[in-house]
């Protein structure tokens, strides 16, 4: 049987992972699937010699990310000048408790991308963009709802990133202890950690069943 490989991205010295690089990831499957799965990323630039980090939505369509805001935001604005932009994604997936404080750790999955942002003027690029923000909070949302008018889309700024210099690291499995530490009578192990949807709370001037999506949820 012939092994199929993840197709890796190219690993540049500003993503090649330095500390514990036995965590590393570069393959593309790996990166896309945090990626697919992650709701919030926050996004890092340097404007007049302050840094900033602000937590948005986005959402990743072929090779790269898009994320959107307000045509007013001053973020969005900045960025889509060819500011250099730091993003990054994280999942927990659970708290490890070790048997010395010092080893206590988390399990995740992260993902970090580089490079520089530019503004989305093609009106077909754009829906779609704006479809993929939709789609990935609820799938069958986008064909259900409204989707945005000449006017929304004009007060609406998209950004894409190019998924081009990116990597992820992951930490999975138990504590790992000092030696010693393995005969001290304290519990050690992991608190899995998810994200779970409760039922939906229905608007008070909506009569409208529950949608078919929007019944038993899960992630």
Known sequence: MRCIVPEATPMTERTRVVREPHRAVYDRETIYKILDEGFVCHVGFSLDGQPYVIPTLFARVGHALY??????????RNLSGGLP????????????????VF??????????????A?????????????????EKILRGRWNEARQPNDQELKATSVLRLPLS???????????????PDYALPVWAGVIPVRIAFDSPIR???????????LQNLQR
């Open 67 to 76: 994320f959107h805001g307000s045509a007013a935001s001053r973020m969005l």
């Open 85 to 100: 932009v730091c993003l990054t994604v994280t999942l927990t997936d659970g708290f490890v408790l070790a048997r010395s």
């Open 103 to 116: 080893n206590h750790s988390m399990n995740y999955r992260s993902v970090v991308a580089l490079g520089q």
């Open 118 to 134: 530019t503004l989305v003027d093609a009106p077909q690029e754009k829906r779609e963009a704006l479809r993929g923000f939709t």
């Open 165 to 179: 210099e990116v990597s992820a690291k992951v930490r999975t499995g138990p504590p790992i202890d000092d030696e």
């Open 203 to 213: 608007d008070e001037r909506c009569a409208i069943a529950l949608p078919a999506y």
